[in-house]
């Protein structure tokens, strides 16, 4: 089945998915956040790819990271951990934190991902120890994950949203305006999918 594209991505939709073209042939595809924001419009990329069927739908995840597919695909094996789960989750944190948090027992660190609470916290972790140990994931950018100011964490969330923008065609000063418009309110967004929804609101009401 397909597990590797190569082409040029033809088009960025918001809030994470791309259509590639290959030999004539047009995918959709879903991709969590780090993913998507290494992506540019009109040029070659490589996404490693998960066909997932549905009853209702097929659907293809893509991560540029061939790691971040196999922490994907360990993830859907646990029940009640659908894809749009599994791909929030590595939105959220990438596959060197989550198996950092998983290794140290860090439940409070997975309830901050939108749709995990306390109980299914527990379960992640007790289920994951097992599936991750084995997948070598890069740590290089792990000691930033580790520091514990919360300002470090909101940097690193208006980031990625001014890099989610960026790839959908925003210049980067419109991206920081609307970032800055959607935050005016004093409203705290916890995780980036929040303040980019917020942000593509914002900059909706500038045309």
């Not at 923008?165 to 005016?184: F, R």
């Amino acid at each position: 089945m397909i597990g590797l594209i190569t082409g040029q991505v033809q088009y960025l939709m918001a809030p994470t998915a791309c259509i590639m073209t290959t030999s004539g042939v047009g995918y959709d595809i879903e991709l969590p956040l780090p993913s998507f924001c290494q992506l540019h419009l009109n040029e070659q990329a490589s996404i490693w790819t998960h066909f997932h069927v549905r009853e209702d739908a097929q659907l293809l995840y893509g991560f540029i990271d061939r790691k971040e597919r196999d922490v994907f695909r360990q993830l859907i094996k646990i029940n009640g951990v659908g894809a749009k789960m599994a791909l929030a989750m590595l939105s959220a944190m990438s596959a060197a934190e989550l198996k950092m948090h998983v290794e140290q027992d860090s439940e409070t660190a997975l309830t901050r991902i939108p749709g995990i609470g306390k109980k299914t916290a527990q379960r992640l972790l007790i289920e994951l120890k097992d599936k991750l140990k084995n997948i070598e994931v890069d740590n290089s950018n792990l000691e930033f994950a580790m520091q514990p100011a919360e300002i470090s964490a909101e940097d690193n969330i208006i980031a990625e949203v001014e890099g989610a923008l960026i790839s959908l065609g925003y210049k980067e000063k419109e991206a920081q305006q609307a970032i800055k418009a959607a935050k005016s309110n004093g409203d705290i967004f916890a995780d980036t999918q929040g303040l980019l929804k917020a942000t593509l609101q914002q900059l909706s009401t500038f045309k």
